[in-house]
């Protein structure tokens, strides 16, 4: 963990406070919009496992590249959240945008907000993986790690996603 | 014999708003494209990279004593100083203390912004004070044209830059009838009525404001008094931007001192935007048709969001290159990815685009306003591109459908 205690270490109160309520206002913010969008328990419930969850990976992999694989953190790194964030935003909102427009219509049921879930995370993962995957060739050194390592963490986290609410919803 | 004229206003006008946009459309393309700079010598087309224009420097500051409260309200004032004039990356290290019992400060910066301002905002300690004038000293000596510049040459008095909510840089008109900028303090409330009660007592003389030890003159006046204002010796909005940051960042405890200044290798991670444009283009296209050929999505909607697509990255890249505006290389194919992906699925899924949008353009304005180092830019980008997505997701809706009904 040495690698956050010297991030931490070496920024002035100013910036952890920033960065503490950066994270703590979007996770805020973002559950009670879904909250006010949806009235759903299990979707915002949903939500907040999927924002911690992805925070903690973030957090795991950096230090996996760190220490497992020797690779020298840069600033571009701190990138990887916001990136992450944004994916998990469209990911949770094509969910919240499906229940809040059906979720009145007579044959609407969980089930098919799964289904719904599935076709939107399967078009969505063909489509990160073939644009990073062939956006990688033209890259090298530090970029063409930080853009593979957040591919692979917004194709995780899209899945992690799924594994959430089909947990959620059975 | 007669000839008939049909003419269908309504058709001609929906083939010329279709002949006009798609010109717009196939010149911003033209400029976006990498290398097009090339075709004209009158205009330039190049897309202006931050990259040469960084430059790092190692700062180290001695402070006076080694209480730790004090140590961190100066390693955060001077955080907020360097954030909130655009420093890219600022790092502030504590290197501990010397023998004469002085903390020591490690600053390095990687910036593009003005060298000289970024060396102020952190050399400075910006002490203000109002002080008045000592009776024995003679500030209309000829041999000493300079004694009312040092703070020795005046009395201190109770009142500080603790005493004022805010500093504020305006401009004000003079006694000449011209225009030019001072700076006005404002006090907080509970101060009122004492501050008038010691300028009151002070009408028609000199006070001065000290600003670490350098003293700027006020005429009490003897009529309105309910301005207490020093004028700022510059008319550059950048210089301007910097003094107003120095003003109202927050008192350091502690004296300090700039024991040294060396330059080192700005280690920003340089990207060939050409070949990485080249990249981006082509994943575009290949992810598109691979997509068309699985067959997982509608292929209507592929049109128009490969179309929304191209649009998007082509108005923003032409708008960079006739403005002018410097970017930084390596957040290019960062928001190019992220608007591919985010248009493709504002294209797939209508029931959730506002809900998408306004969770995405809501999170990214905290983070504009709460992130540190490349992350304020990064979603600054994102919400212009965004808005541009939006706009560009409709435009080719309706121009597909127009194209259609032709």
Do not use: C
């Given at each position: 963990?040495?690698?956050?205690?010297?991030?931490?270490?070496?920024?002035?109160?100013y910036?952890?406070?920033?960065?503490?309520m950066?994270?703590?206002?979007?996770?805020i913010?973002?559950l009670?919009?879904?909250?006010?969008?949806?009235?759903?328990?299990?979707?915002v419930f949903?939500?907040?496992?999927s924002?911690?969850?992805s925070?903690?990976?973030?957090?795991i992999?950096?230090w996996?590249?760190?220490v497992?694989?020797s690779?020298t953190?840069t600033y571009?790194?701190?990138l990887?959240p916001?990136?992450?964030?944004f994916i998990?935003?469209?990911s949770?909102?094509?969910?919240?945008?499906?229940?809040?427009l059906?979720?009145?219509?007579?044959?609407f049921?969980?089930?098919?907000?799964?289904?719904e879930?599935?076709k939107?995370?399967?078009?969505?993962?063909i489509?990160?993986?073939?644009l990073?995957?062939?956006?990688?060739v033209f890259?090298?050194s530090?970029?063409?790690?930080f853009i593979?390592?957040?591919?692979?963490?917004?194709l995780?986290i899209?899945?992690?996603n799924?594994i959430?609410l089909?947990?959620?919803?059975? | 014999?007669?000839?008939?004229?049909?003419?269908?206003?309504k058709?001609?006008?929906n083939?010329?708003?279709?002949i006009l946009?798609s010109?717009?459309?196939i010149?911003t393309?033209?400029?976006?494209?990498p290398?097009?700079?090339?075709?004209?010598?009158?205009t330039?087309?190049?897309l202006?990279?931050k990259d040469?224009?960084?430059?790092?420097?190692e700062?180290n500051?001695k402070?006076t004593g080694?209480?730790?409260?004090?140590?961190?309200?100066?390693?955060d004032i001077?955080?907020t100083?360097?954030?909130?004039?655009?420093v890219?990356?600022a790092?502030i290290?504590?290197?501990?203390q010397?023998?004469?019992?002085?903390?020591l400060l490690r600053i390095?910066i990687?910036t593009?912004?003005?060298?000289?301002?970024v060396?102020?905002?952190i050399?400075?300690?910006f002490?203000v004070?109002?002080m008045?004038r000592?009776?024995?000293?003679?500030?209309l000596n000829?041999?000493?044209?300079?004694?009312?510049?040092?703070?020795?040459?005046?009395?201190p008095t109770?009142?500080d830059?603790?005493?004022?909510r805010?500093?504020?840089?305006t401009?004000l008109?003079t006694?000449n009838n011209?225009?030019a900028n001072?700076?006005?303090?404002?006090?907080?409330?509970?101060?009122?009525?004492?501050?008038?009660?010691?300028?009151?007592q002070?009408?028609?003389?000199?006070?001065g404001?000290?600003i670490?030890?350098?003293?700027?003159?006020?005429?009490?006046?003897?009529?309105?008094?309910?301005?207490?204002?020093?004028?700022?010796?510059?008319?550059d909005?950048?210089?301007?931007?910097?003094?107003?940051?120095?003003?109202?960042s927050?008192?350091i405890?502690?004296n300090y001192?700039l024991?040294?200044?060396d330059?080192l290798?700005?280690?920003i991670?340089e990207?060939?935007?050409?070949?990485?444009?080249?990249g981006?283009a082509?994943?575009?296209?290949?992810?598109?048709i691979?997509?068309?050929l699985?067959?997982q999505?509608?292929?209507?909607?592929?049109?128009?969001?490969?179309?929304a697509?191209?649009?998007?990255?082509?108005?923003y890249?032409?708008?960079?290159?006739?403005?002018?505006?410097?970017?930084?290389?390596?957040?290019?194919?960062?928001?190019a990815?992220?608007?591919f992906i985010?248009?493709k699925v504002?294209?797939?899924?209508?029931d959730?685009v506002?809900y998408?949008?306004?969770g995405?353009i809501?999170?990214?304005?905290?983070?504009k306003?709460?992130?540190?180092?490349?992350?304020?830019?990064?979603?600054?980008?994102?919400?212009?591109l965004?808005?541009?997505?939006?706009?560009c997701?409709?435009?080719s809706?309706?121009?597909?459908?127009?194209?259609?009904?032709i």
């Open positions: 963990m040495n690698i956050f205690l010297s991030l931490w270490q070496n920024w002035s109160n910036e952890k406070i920033s960065i503490l950066m994270f703590s206002l979007l996770l913010i973002l009670v919009l879904i909250k006010l969008i949806t009235n759903n328990k299990k979707l949903f939500s907040i496992i924002l911690i969850v925070a903690i990976l973030t957090i992999f950096i996996l590249l760190n497992v694989f690779i953190i571009i790194f701190l990887t916001v990136i992450l964030l998990n935003i469209l949770i909102g094509t969910s919240v945008g499906y229940y809040s059906h979720s009145k219509g007579k044959n049921s969980m089930q098919s907000l799964k289904r879930y599935v939107d995370s399967i078009q969505f993962s489509f990160i993986l073939l990073f995957s062939s956006f990688s890259l090298s530090t970029f063409l790690i593979l390592i957040t591919a692979i963490l917004s995780i899209i899945w992690i799924y959430i089909y947990q959620l919803i059975k | 014999m007669k000839i008939k004229f049909k003419f269908n206003v058709a001609f006008l083939y010329l708003i279709v946009f010109a717009f459309g010149t393309i033209l400029v976006a494209l290398l097009t700079e090339k075709i004209s010598e009158k330039s087309f190049n202006i990279t040469p224009y960084y430059w790092s420097t700062y500051l402070l080694t209480n730790p409260k004090d140590l961190e309200k100066t390693r001077l955080s100083r360097l954030k909130k004039f655009g890219e990356r790092k290290y504590n290197k501990g010397d023998d004469e019992g002085n903390t390095v990687t593009t912004k003005d060298r000289d301002l060396r102020e905002l050399s400075n300690r002490d004070s109002i008045t000592k009776e024995d000293v003679d500030f000829e041999e000493d044209p300079y004694a009312y510049i040092f703070a020795d040459n005046y009395n109770d009142w830059r603790s005493d004022f805010n500093i504020y840089i401009e008109k006694s011209e225009y001072f700076a006005i303090f404002k006090l907080w409330p509970n101060r009122q009525s004492e501050f008038n009660t010691f300028i009151g002070h009408k028609g003389e000199y006070l404001v000290s670490d030890g350098f003293v700027t003159p006020y005429l009490v006046p003897f009529d309105d008094t309910s301005i207490f204002a020093i004028p700022v010796s510059t008319s909005p950048i210089q301007i931007r910097a003094i107003d940051i120095l003003y109202n927050g008192i405890p502690v001192t024991e040294s200044e330059e290798d700005p280690k991670i990207i060939d935007h050409i070949k990485v444009s080249i981006l082509i994943s575009l296209i290949l992810s598109y691979y997509l068309a699985i067959k999505s509608d292929f209507e909607i592929l049109k128009k969001s490969f179309l697509t191209v649009l998007t990255i082509s108005i890249l032409t708008a960079l290159k006739i403005l002018q505006i410097p970017i930084d290389t390596f957040l290019l194919p960062i928001q990815i992220l608007i985010l248009i504002l294209s797939e899924n209508d959730s506002i998408i949008e306004s995405l809501l999170s990214l304005l905290i983070i306003i709460l992130g540190i180092g490349y992350i304020p830019t990064l979603a600054t980008n994102l919400i212009i965004i808005l541009l997505a939006k706009l997701v409709v435009i809706g309706w121009y597909i459908d127009k194209v259609r009904e």
